[in-house]
């Protein structure tokens, strides 16, 4: 499917037209509070005044929603009897939201995402996530996609700095995981490589909360999404789930310290092999000459944002080792067993860090 992309202005003007199309009397909107710090809000508080268009809001979810928060979410939608369909948030809202549009029933409903946060990706993926009885539930669907989407850089400007950082950190693991799938094809591949240039060509702007640096770093997260949706996230991923779980680490934070470690494990094993070629282009879209120096330039990056490994207790690997979901293990370019990924994860939280 084909989104429409909507580029906007100070007056968000050009979102007037994409809901007079839409033909909705009511449009539900999934966001958090985060919506009131910036003039979004404000749009969206006089669109009934405006357009005639009466605005249902739903805010209940927590990060990582649960599946009964999304089936709340599709009821108040069903009951509001709304037409159309607004996400605005990070990759939790747009959960929801995906959920609410894979679940009801009728035509298709035209479906707008904002993200918050330059790192997901989500609202360029057929991707939903939530949780069940504590685990993890995967839902992929052509219909979770949304059929509008507006990238937005005054919604970055008050990120909390760790925020900051470990969202664009998911949005270069997108990149990098994305290149070396076992899935990515030439397609995915160049956007791959478009997004993780973009996170280097924009990360001091970004960092710094330069409006240029945002919109970059916004566009960068979009591309990557837009690969993962092809070629689909690997064991970086696979492995970092439960670190978030176990230490409240942030989702980009850990996919990067499971990445840094993933990364020259593959590397040693690659020479004559078909991997060796793709590390080496991966290598030249993180601007370097060789696959050690794109390594150390990700491993400085860390050191650079001052992300620390969690400490760990003793008894955590033993949970660890056996919380890799083999599925998704299967895009990996190399096999990673039960024994190799316990030896990764002393890698992460280091010997000496454990208690």
Known sequence: MEQRRIHPSRDYRELDGWLRETGAERLFLVCGSSLRTWRLGGYFDALEERLGIQVVRFSGFRPNPRYEEAEAAEAAFRAAGCQALAAVGGGSALDVAKCVKLWAEGDPIPFLAV?????????????????????????????????????????????????????????????????????????????????????????????????????????????????????????GHAMCYKLTTLYGTAHGHAAALCVAALWPHMAERAAGTPLEAVLLRLAEAMGCETVAASVARFQALLRRLELKRPAARREDFAILRTSVNPERLKNHPLPLEEETVDRLYHQILSEEAAQ
């Open 115 to 235: 993200p918050t946060t330059a790192g997901t990706g989500s609202e360029a993926t057929r991707y939903a996530v939530v949780y069940r009885r504590g685990e993890k539930q995967s839902i992929a669907h052509e219909r979770c996609l949304p059929s509008a989407v507006m990238l937005d850089p005054a919604a970055l400007e008050s990120l909390p700095d760790y925020h900051r950082k470990a969202s664009m950190l998911d949005a270069l693991c997108h990149g990098i995981e994305s290149f070396w799938s076992v899935r990515a094809g030439e397609e995915s591949r160049e956007l791959s490589r478009r997004a993780v240039r973009a996170v280097w060509e924009y990360l001091d702007g970004y960092l710094s909360n330069t409006p240029p640096g945002n919109a970059g770093m916004l566009e960068a997260a979009h591309l990557a999404g837009r690969a993962i949706d092809r070629a689909q996230t690997t064991a």
